[in-house]
C-alpha cells in the first residue's frame, strides 16, 4: 500500500517570496507522483507530475518540483509567489489500478 | 466545453433519503471515478470504472452504488443517507495511470 505525508498543513509566505511544500511517500513499488492544487470551493487542477526520467519536473503556474528516491520525497517549489497562488496543495501518488493516494494537504497564504 | 461536470453542485437533504449524483466527462477518457473530500478536506477515492467496468472498490457502504451507462458517465446513487455522508464528492476521469486524473467540481452534499 502507498501513503503521503505532507509535512506541512498550512504555509503563511510573503508575496514574491520562495516557497517549499514538503511531501514524502511511502511505496514497496515504483510510484507515479503528482501535485494537484484546489483553490476555494473548487476542484482539483493538475500541477505537475512525475512518471520517470529528470527528477525535475515543472509544471503550470512557475511551479516545479524535485523527486528525490532516496529520500522518497516530491517537494514542490515557486521561486516567487503571488497573491493569487493561496490555495490549497495535495500530493498524490499512484502505484497501480490508476488510483491516486493522497496526502492531507498543505494550505498556502500569501500574504502581501 | 466542459471537460468532467458534475450535476448538482449543492445537495443538501435530510437523513434517510436516498439521493443521485451525475457526472459526465467529454475527454475521451476510458476510466472514472468517484472521490470523497471529507470536512477536514481529506481525499480518498470511492469507486473506480473502466469502460463501464467497475474495477476499484475501496470497502464503501453499500449504500453506495455507482453506476456507469456509458463510458462518459459515471453516477452515485446514495441510499438512506447519514449525516457522516456530509462531504463533497468529486467525479474524475483519466486516459491512463501516467495521463494524471482530471476532476470536476465537485458536489457539496449536507445531510441534515
Known amino acids: 500500500a502507498q501513503s503521503v505525508t505532507q509535512l506541512d498543513s498550512q504555509v503563511p509566505v510573503f508575496e514574491e517570496a520562495p516557497v517549499e511544500l514538503r511531501c514524502n511517500y511511502s511505496?514497496?513499488?515504483?510510484?507515479?507522483l503528482f501535485w494537484y492544487v484546489q483553490y476555494p470551493n473548487q476542484g482539483l487542477q493538475l500541477l505537475l507530475k512525475?512518471?520517470?526520467?529528470?527528477?525535475l519536473v515543472k509544471g503550470i503556474n512557475g511551479f516545479e518540483a524535485e523527486f528525490n528516491k532516496s529520500q522518497t520525497s516530491f517537494h514542490l517549489r515557486k521561486p516567487s509567489v503571488h497573491i493569487s497562488d493561496t490555495a490549497e496543495y495535495f500530493c498524490a501518488v499512484s502505484a497501480s489500478g490508476n488510483k491516486l493516494v493522497f496526502g492531507a494537504g498543505t494550505i498556502l497564504r500569501v500574504k502581501s | 466545453d466542459t471537460a468532467v461536470s458534475q450535476t448538482p453542485k449543492y445537495l443538501v437533504t435530510q437523513m434517510g433519503n436516498d439521493k443521485s449524483i451525475k457526472c459526465e466527462q467529454n475527454?475521451?477518457?476510458?476510466?472514472m471515478y468517484w472521490y470523497k473530500q471529507d470536512s477536514k478536506k481529506f481525499l480518498k477515492i470511492m469507486f473506480s470504472y473502466n469502460n463501464k467496468e467497475l474495477i476499484i472498490n475501496e470497502t464503501v457502504p453499500n449504500r453506495f452504488s455507482p453506476k456507469s451507462p456509458d463510458k462518459a458517465h459515471l453516477n452515485l446513487h446514495i441510499n438512506s443517507l447519514e449525516l457522516g455522508d456530509s462531504a463533497v464528492y468529486f467525479c474524475?476521469?483519466?486516459?491512463?495511470?501516467?495521463?494524471?486524473?482530471?476532476f470536476g467540481p465537485g458536489t457539496r452534499l449536507t445531510v441534515t
Open positions: 511505496s514497496s513499488v515504483s510510484v507515479y
Open positions: 475527454l475521451g477518457h476510458d476510466t
Open positions: 512525475y512518471l520517470s526520467g529528470s527528477t
Open positions: 474524475a476521469s483519466s486516459p491512463s495511470q501516467t495521463q494524471g486524473t482530471y
